[in-house]
């Protein structure tokens, strides 16, 4: 099993910059997949940033060039760093994480319980 543990939300002024990271209480190196996701009120969740323990990276196209994920495999984390903040940013951002078991072959979904991040203009 992995617990997420999210960090870093806050309020910041439109333009500002917020880091955000997820503690995992396991070695990430032994997960398939890490991402974060955010919800905002009246709205879907959506995939923000993700990243495979390849190094492959997917962005959506509304946070491509202003977001960067990595991960810090020493330290078990994963980090979200967010350039030039709009109000649209406003949501709550949740990090998660899916593993396949390596002889069972299925796959599991953790979530954390989020973090708030608020715009202002």
């Known amino acids: 099993q992995v617990q997420l543990v999210e960090s870093g939300g806050g309020l910041v002024q439109a333009g500002g910059s917020l880091r955000l990271s997820c503690a995992a209480s396991?070695?990430?190196?032994?997960?398939?997949?890490m991402g974060w996701y955010r919800q905002a009120p009246g709205k879907q969740r959506e995939l923000v940033a993700g990243?495979?323990?390849?190094?492959?990276?997917d962005y959506a196209d509304s946070v491509k060039g202003r977001f960067t994920i990595s991960r810090d495999n020493a330290k078990n984390t994963v980090n979200l760093q967010m350039n030039s903040l709009q109000p649209e940013d406003t949501a709550v951002y949740y990090c998660?994480?899916?593993?396949?078991?390596?002889?069972?072959?299925?796959?599991?979904?953790?979530w954390g319980q989020g973090t708030q991040v608020t715009v202002s203009s």
């Open positions: 998660n994480a899916e593993l396949v078991d390596a002889s069972t072959r299925v796959r599991y979904t953790y």
């Open positions: 396991r070695s990430i190196f032994s997960i398939n997949a």
């Open positions: 990243l495979t323990s390849g190094g492959s990276r």
